[in-house]
């Protein structure tokens, strides 16, 4: 219960600072994802041993950040970034409820219950901001939203499989509750350049 009082504490810090930060725009914007690149960069290279495979994240991380700031310069970034959020506590939430079968021996944490809440979730978000901007929602936009969340969990996943290779519990102790910043944007990371290029095809109906 400790361990949740502080979640909840540093997100309710941490969100509107974060929101404060990308709705700033201009030199904050480009402040606060410099901020959180160089901490991801430094987790993550406390986190692997091998040097290709620090190579590759850091390729891989400056792709993931270049596409959320391109991304953040639009409203449409609180989308990829709410359906990540949502698809997180769903599956907390559903997950602590429901518990059940693990989905894979990566993450033990993970369960198959928590893996619906997540989609559930998203989708009820969707709802909520289709609503909110007062648009229509077309199937692409649904379809859309379950690959995010598809993704953002996979790449909680992925981060999970790093950690359990490092034999570490959290990528940092920068964030109370939560552990490192890369726990904290695992999904994010992999979500943001998976909508980017989504978006490079005009997939979506505007």
Same mark, same amino acid.
């Given at each position: 219960?400790?361990?949740?009082?502080?979640?909840?504490?540093? %997100?309710?810090?941490?969100?509107?600072?974060?929101?404060?930060?990308?709705?700033?725009?201009?030199?904050?914007?480009?402040?606060?994802?410099?901020?959180?690149? $160089? #901490?991801?960069?430094?987790?993550?290279?406390?986190? @692997?041993?091998?040097?290709?495979?620090?190579?590759?994240?850091?390729? $891989?991380?400056?792709?993931?950040?270049?596409?959320?700031?391109?991304? %953040?310069?639009?409203?449409?970034?609180?989308?990829?970034?709410?359906?990540?959020?949502?698809?997180?506590? +769903? *599956?907390?939430?559903?997950?602590?409820?429901?518990? *059940?079968?693990?989905?894979?021996?990566?993450?033990?944490?993970?369960?198959? %219950? +928590?893996?619906?809440?997540?989609? $559930?979730?998203?989708?009820? /978000?969707?709802?909520?901001?289709?609503?909110?901007?007062?648009?229509? #929602?077309?199937?692409?936009? $649904?379809?859309?939203?379950?690959?995010?969340?598809? @993704?953002?969990?996979? +790449?909680?996943?992925?981060?999970? =499989?790093?950690?359990?290779?490092?034999?570490?519990?959290?990528?940092?102790? #920068?964030?109370?509750?939560?552990?490192?910043?890369?726990?904290? #944007?695992?999904?994010?990371?992999?979500? /943001?350049?998976?909508?980017?290029?989504?978006?490079?095809?005009? =997939?979506?109906?505007?």
């Amino acid at each position: 219960m400790s361990n949740l009082i502080k979640r909840i504490l540093s %997100s309710i810090i941490l969100l509107p600072l974060s929101l404060y930060f990308i709705l700033s725009g201009s030199y904050y914007l480009i402040f606060f994802t410099l901020i959180c690149f $160089f #901490i991801s960069i430094y987790e993550w290279y406390k986190m @692997v041993k091998k040097i290709e495979l620090k190579l590759l994240g850091t390729i $891989f991380l400056i792709f993931s950040f270049y596409t959320f700031y391109e991304i %953040s310069i639009t409203y449409i970034w609180s989308f990829v970034f709410l359906v990540c959020i949502s698809t997180d506590i +769903g *599956g907390y939430i559903f997950g602590k409820l429901f518990k *059940g079968p693990r989905l894979t021996k990566i993450s033990p944490n993970k369960t198959y %219950s +928590g893996m619906i809440g997540g989609y $559930f979730l998203s989708l009820i /978000f969707l709802s909520s901001f289709m609503g909110w901007i007062n648009q229509k #929602i077309y199937v692409e936009w $649904f379809i859309v939203t379950i690959l995010i969340s598809t @993704v953002s969990q996979i +790449g909680d996943i992925t981060i999970s =499989y790093f950690k359990r290779l490092s034999k570490t519990k959290d990528t940092g102790k #920068i964030i109370p509750g939560h552990g490192g910043l890369l726990d904290r #944007i695992d999904g994010m990371i992999f979500a /943001f350049p998976f909508f980017y290029l989504i978006e490079l095809t005009d =997939y979506l109906p505007q």
